[in-house]
């Protein structure tokens, strides 16, 4: 069984930073093999990829969060992370740790980053 437990959120006012960490867990759990990813879900919207990086460390982002966000990982401590810059009111969402591998997909439970002044 995969865990995944994010950490990190708050409240935080616009143009201000926040570092996001997902710590992942699991006997069987090969986390140097997954795909880690960050999503977010605004109240009332569906949820939504903001930035994965694979095995291999490739990144991909969001249109709306390039150049703000960086997506990293830390295989020796089974840790993701998520620095986020230059935040904005419609970064204001519930925050999603993912692991994809063989197939399978497994989430967190999230964390809530409020943006607001």
């Known amino acids: 069984q995969v865990q995944l437990v994010e950490s990190g959120g708050g409240l935080v006012q616009p143009g201000g930073s926040l570092r996001l960490s997902c710590a992942a867990s699991?006997?069987?759990?090969?986390?140097?093999?997954?795909?880690m990813g960050w999503y977010r879900q605004a109240p009332g919207k569906q949820r939504d990829l903001v930035a994965t990086?694979?095995?291999?460390?490739?990144?991909n982002y969001a249109d709306s969060v390039k150049g703000r966000f960086t997506i990293s990982r830390d295989n020796a401590k089974k840790m993701l992370y998520l620095q986020m810059n230059s935040l904005k009111p419609e970064d204001t969402a519930v925050y999603y740790c993912?692991?994809?591998?063989?197939?399978?997909?497994?989430w967190g439970r999230g964390t809530e980053v409020t943006v607001s002044s």
């Open positions: 699991g006997t069987s759990f090969i986390f140097r093999a997954a795909t």
């Open positions: 990086i694979t095995s291999g460390d490739s990144t």
């Open positions: 993912n692991a994809a591998i063989q197939l399978s997909n497994y």
